[in-house]
């Protein structure tokens, strides 16, 4: 499983912002926005943290969605344990249906664990892996086919239910960041990780914010 480490983060992370500030960034987890309703533990700041391999790779992938007339944005980066264990938390409070219709409304929240929507341990947390979006220039997000989070097959990339406009844009955001050697979760239509990872066998649990990853 690895190490899980506290405190300090791994020198080897950086703040997206600082390699490319072009990418959108939507921190869900740090509001309310998001399937637990809450801001969720260990994030401090709406930042987008990498280790620095995989953020460097998805300012080149940046470059090529541009070219299309699109924009990458991100939803999440790094990821705390404490958030994970949050997230682990929530899934068993089965009294805490809040967020139901928007996020898993044709699933029920006791088999979110069991059917794989939530685990007790996240490649988040190894620092390589995004969960990225495309949209236009203006910061309005393309369909995709479903929202972010949303547990359902219907988020599996390549679910057949999937067409149009909405599978278009899910093939070249897979296109591009491939091209850049990230890999796609085929159960997560925006859920992917750079290979080869700088941290595959560790486990991070410092707070997201700037000042966590320095200079």
Known sequence: MGALLSGAPAPGFTALARVDPTIGQDMRYA????FTGAVVDGYEE???LLARPAAEALGRAQREVLRHGYSLLVYDCYRPQRAVDRFVRWAGDGADQRTKAEFYPAVE?????PEGYI???SGHSRGSTVDVTLTDLRREPLDMGTPFDFFDPLAHTDDPRVTGRA????????????AQGFVNLPEEWWHFTYRPEAFPDTYFDFPVSVAAVGP
């Open 109 to 113: 929240k006791d088999r979110l664990i």
């Open 31 to 34: 509001t309310a926005h998001n």
């Open 119 to 121: 685990a007790e341990k």
């Open 46 to 48: 709406p930042v987008c």
């Open 167 to 178: 599978r278009d844009h899910r093939e070249l955001l897979r296109g591009a960041l491939a």
